[in-house]
């Protein structure tokens, strides 16, 4: 079966960075779009970033827009979350999602099949 597993989180001061990698293992026939997802205490989770199979679409929310970069290297079906500039309000549980229904990045969180565990990321001020 197809598995996602985040790595990468932890705790990082106010304008500091993390990179976070999710890599998807299991029977990958199909190519795939993926995406990141946060969740913080009480609240949704929310859309973070997304990106296509071939790398070429890729799609940010306005918070992070210009802070966080998305990439992948299918060849290591690895997907990557690169964090800069953080602030406290990026504090959350990240999780990386699956698409095997198409090619094309969503950012819509109920279009995504397979979902990693989550890797917790804090941000202090």
């Known amino acids: 079966q197809i598995q996602l597993v985040e790595s990468g989180g932890g705790l990082v001061q106010a304008g500091g960075s993390l990179r976070l990698s999710c890599v998807v293992s299991g029977r990958t026939f199909s190519s795939y779009a993926m995406g990141w997802f946060r969740q913080a205490p009480g609240k949704e989770r929310d859309f973070v970033a997304a990106i296509s199979w071939s790398g070429s679409n890729r799609y940010y929310a306005d918070s992070v827009k210009g802070r966080f970069t998305i990439s ?42 397979y979902w990693g565990q989550g890797t917790q990321v804090t941000v202090s001020s």
Do not use: H, I, W
Not at 77 to 103: H, R, S, W
């Open 72 to 113: 992948r290297d299918n060849a290591k079906n690895t997907v990557y979350l690169q964090m800069n500039v953080l602030k406290p309000e990026d504090t959350a549980v990240y999780f990386c999602a699956a698409d095997f229904g198409t090619v094309v990045a969503s950012t819509a969180l109920y279009e995504y099949d």
